[in-house]
């Protein structure tokens, strides 16, 4: 019958349809066909049912489902499917499912035809009541008999489901009923539901009939429980298909009326509750990339196997999809879907794992989240991260406030925990947090805090100022190079402004450099003055100057900038006069920790200070104007109280300074820990004070990536 079809359909021109395609629309081939296929008879037909299908709806060219003949015994026939799992015909079902979301997919309008109307009481009455005005409009108010009344209860189906809205005649395209089925209420009123009828619907209706809206992900969400992994993956595609049609019904009926939210974060939920309490940060971090449709893994052929790897596999492989399968969705069902994550999964599972006083729970767990954050790729879902992780809240903060979002507070907290390997892991989480494309990140951390620049000290001024301004130089500004701290400096020390200009292409001469911008070689020469002479190793081991960072500098910031620009930033500080300076200054908690950490350089074990460094160059680089301020302008006149990056760098110099007269031989154990570090000497015996050697070798390079940045920044702003 199949071949019939095709040739005939060869042998006509396009759109044309043959007495044979004729025959089996006005025939009901296809009920026919549905019900031999329902009860299986004789044994192996639904098979066969399906099968046919399958063939007719992929190599007809032509457009069936739109005819009512098709489209009605379609939907019958996917009731059937995925009701038992690991049947014989489980893979004819999923192929039969997945050529109808292809075919959708092409047409996504047709999807209508698979909504079906909710069968609830108060709803039924009130379509009854109708169907009897209309009948007694006609003049039949006399003649309504037990046939009439019937023929109401023809609102479902012989399967027990409720008619569907395209069954009744409209302007879909759908082909007149036969007369015998035929209701004078117009598709239109079918289409009523409870919200338009402000009617609640009570809680037995729900039990009676659930999440019976939408067959086709319905028996999609059955089959991704199969055992058999091609049929779950097939299925999963078929979801991935029909969240991304546009219409908005659909979109509403995917998220309201059937269990694919909740099968997403239980499954979620299950994977997560099935990983070992203890696993290795650096497995995790390490595991390969993860793909939701090649979740296939043998323990005996993995040479870098580890207890677990396989229930990590599987989690981290469910969350990919669930992840791209909100990427792909319609808007509305997007924001459905990762709502749900972020209540189901990342507040009811998650949290309470980040907030647990074990030290082994505390980093398994945050391990985890912060594979999530490199992996998320969803704008949609990754709002919904942020949101879990930082709040929602954009006012400014203040000490007071601080512990308003509790898992927020407690994240930035275990930045200065006890526990080392907590400590690095929860920076390295925020430092993949802060490459995110979400605005919302860095406002919350920094940004809302520096908006009103209250950390400078504000002097309206006088007209001596402003020639001292006009003179090229910032009121009330210090020089640094006058500074004691920095009588040290020799010609040798520092670079001419040529020199810095020679590192990067010229200034163009249609934009000269801002007048009132504080001058950019003296900015880079007073974080690379910053460390004494006798606390500086590069210089005596070739390849480790300050020009190897500006490539990297350059680089990076070109990257911000791209994920930046459709944040509109203002492109200068706000202006002095428009500022509330009757604020008190709080930093917010992040930098108070970061600063913290900061100032504890040279106490603190080599990793960390890696860390804490890494972070804090990764701030440096966003292209806003009061992060370049607050954290790259030596010649900001912080006000009282206040603290900036380059004042607490200055303090911890101070330090070091004092200490260094104390150990003996300082230059030459220095010099030898730089060596052992780049590998360019054995380990050896151990040294004395190795954690300060250490610490002083990360803050000098630490200047040197903050000088290249403050460069490569000033010449992106100066040059179009």
Sequence with gaps: MLDILVQEENERESGETGPCMEYLLHHKILETLYTLGKADCPPGMKQQVLAFYTKLLGRIRQPLLPHINVHRPVQKLIRLCGEVLATPTENEEI??????????????YLVNFFLEVVQDPVLHVYKRQSKLKAMASKGSTGVITEDMLKDQDSLTTDTGQPLLPEEIPSASGAEQMEKEDDLPQQADDLSFSLDELNVTSSPESSTVCPNQDYN????????TKSPDGRIAVKACEGLMLLVSLPEPAAAKCLTQNTCLCELLTDRLATLYKALPQSLDPLDIETVEAINWGLDSYSHKEDASAFPGKRALISFLSWFDYCDQLIKEAQKTAAVAMAKAVRERFFIDVMEPQLMQTSEIGILTST???HRIVRQVTSDVLLQEVVYFILGENREPETLADINRHPLRHR????????????SIMTLRMFEHLLQKPNE?????????????RNYMEYKPLCQEDKDVVENGQI?????LEEDPLFTDLSPDN??????????????????PKNDGKTEVHKIVNS???????EAKSSYHVEGTGYDTYLRDAHRQFRDYCVICLRWEWPGSPRSLEKCNFEASFFEGHFLKVLFERMGRILDQPYDVNLQVTSVLSKLSLFPHPHIHEYLLDPYVNLASGCRSLFSVIVRVVGDLMVRIQRIPDFTPKLLLVRKRLLGLEPEGPIIDHMTLLEGVIVLEEFCKELAAIAFVKYHASSTP
């Design 367 to 369: 391990a985890l989240l």
């Design 440 to 452: 919302h990140i860095l406002y919350n951390l920094v940004l809302r805090n520096l908006e009103e």
């Design 494 to 511: 520092t670079l001419s402004a040529q020199e810095w200009l020679s590192a990067s292409p010229p200034v163009s001469p249609e934009h």
């Design 475 to 479: 009121a009330g500004a210090v020089d």
């Design 95 to 108: 192929q039969f499912l997945c050529i109808v979301c292809a075919k959708l997919k092409q047409d996504p």
């Design 216 to 223: 086709l992900v319905n028996s999609l969400l059955n089959l």
């Design 527 to 533: 974080f690379l003055c910053l460390v004494p002479d």
């Design 411 to 422: 994240l930035i907290e275990h930045c200065d925990h006890i526990s080392d390997e907590i």
